[in-house]
């Protein structure tokens, strides 16, 4: 199994595993889920933290160096500390495993030191207002300083990098791109902006509506000067040095600078489903493997294989594309 590798038909090696921990989560972000939310999975089909754990060391075997752990909002699971424990442990042949976390914040003004010292490297925070009435009605939850409260406390206990992560959307908050960005520079934080992508609860996006990676660094420019520093390696932001600063800019353009061609990464569900793309409409199905008695060979083989079919890229701009059936939080960010 040492010699198996996650490679697909187009020579590209995945290294960077999402692990979903659940897909509850405490914000309706309009762009996410209806008001109502959405049918949460049935707990009997989420991952126990040793079946997670489990296939995390197969699919580091297979290759994968870089972890991230998303959901839903991830911190909502009771045992994340003991969770981020269990992976950080984990060696591969290059180090140890570089384990990090992208969360709303709400929980980490509790979460952060224990989450550090459980040994995790960074935090990826999700802000798209700085506005409280603004935030109220994105998120359909009263919570913006529970955010900023998180965030501060990401910074005070020590985590470096803290990304933001700035969904911008016209009409709706593409007047806070340099607010946001002054936001992150006098707080020695990085600022990444993302287009709109069609992964929605209600099925509602509409391209016309998205903002696209040209129209935010046009807004940002109108305030600083960019220095281009192309992407950190597989990293899908775009990355932009703030011209006498040490401070960076990010774009992550899925869908006007897709960067389908060089994407390293593959999804674990918190249901154990096992994803080769964001946008897939198949998945392979570790739980029933792992819950049949399915030794780590058989789940290295499923893992292979699926990464195998994966498609040259997500296909947004096709007249045939289809948005896949689970919203964003029940296939994890």
Same mark, same amino acid.
Request: aromatic share 4%; charged share 30%; proline share 5%.
């Given at each position: ?5 996650? /490679? ?6 995945? %290294? ?8 509850? #989560?405490?914000?309706? #972000? @309009?762009?996410?889920?209806? &008001? ?7 707990? =009997? ?12 060391? /197969? ?63 960074? /935090? ?20 913006? =300083? ?6 501060? =406390?990401?910074? &005070? ?10 969904? *911008? ?7 806070? *791109?340099?607010?946001? /960005?002054?936001?992150?520079?006098? %707080? ?29 660094? &046009?807004?940002?420019?109108? %305030? ?16 932009? %040095?703030?011209?006498? @600063? ?30 080769? #793309? ?18 780590? &060979? ?31 939080? =029940?296939?994890?960010?």
């Amino acid at each position: 199994m040492s010699h198996a590798r996650l /490679v697909d038909r187009y020579r590209r090696v995945h %290294r960077d595993l999402r692990v979903s921990l659940t897909d509850r #989560c405490s914000l309706r #972000c @309009t762009y996410c889920m209806p &008001a109502d939310g959405v049918p949460w999975l049935k707990s =009997a089909t989420l991952l126990s933290t040793d079946e997670l754990v489990r296939l995390t060391r /197969v699919a580091v075997d297979l290759g994968v160096r870089e972890v991230r752990l998303t959901g839903g909002e991830p911190l909502l699971r009771p045992d994340v500390v003991d969770v981020v424990g269990e992976l950080a442990a984990i060696e591969t042949p290059d180090g140890p495993l570089d384990l990090s976390l992208t969360t709303n914040a709400l929980r980490l003004p509790a979460l952060a030191a224990p989450l550090r010292d459980a040994g995790l490297n960074r /935090v990826n925070v999700s802000l798209d207002t700085l506005q409280r009435a603004r935030f109220m009605e994105l998120t359909r939850r009263d919570r913006l =300083a529970d955010t900023l409260a998180g965030i501060e =406390a990401a910074r &005070a206990v020590g985590f470096s990098p803290v990304k933001l992560n700035a969904l *911008i959307m016209r009409g709706v908050n593409d007047d806070e *791109i340099v607010d946001l /960005v002054d936001f992150a520079v006098e %707080r020695g934080l990085q600022m990444r902006f993302i287009e709109h992508m069609p992964l929605d609860g209600g099925h509602t996006w509409r391209r016309e509506e998205m903002v696209t990676a040209e129209e935010i660094l &046009a807004a940002v420019t109108e %305030r600083y000067t960019l220095e281009p520093l192309g992407h950190d390696g597989t990293a899908p932001a775009e990355r932009f %040095r703030i011209v006498g @600063t040490e401070a960076t800019v990010g774009v992550i353009a899925s869908v006007t600078r897709k960067f389908c061609d060089r994407c390293d990464r593959v999804r674990l569900t918190a249901d154990g489903q096992f994803r080769n #793309c964001l946008f897939a409409h198949e998945e392979s199905d570790l739980r029933t493997l792992l819950r049949e008695g399915a030794d780590d &060979a058989r789940l290295a083989e499923a893992m292979v294989a699926c990464v195998a079919r994966k498609l040259p890229g997500h296909g947004i701009d096709d007249p045939s594309f289809v948005q896949p059936s689970r919203p964003m939080s =029940a296939i994890g960010g």
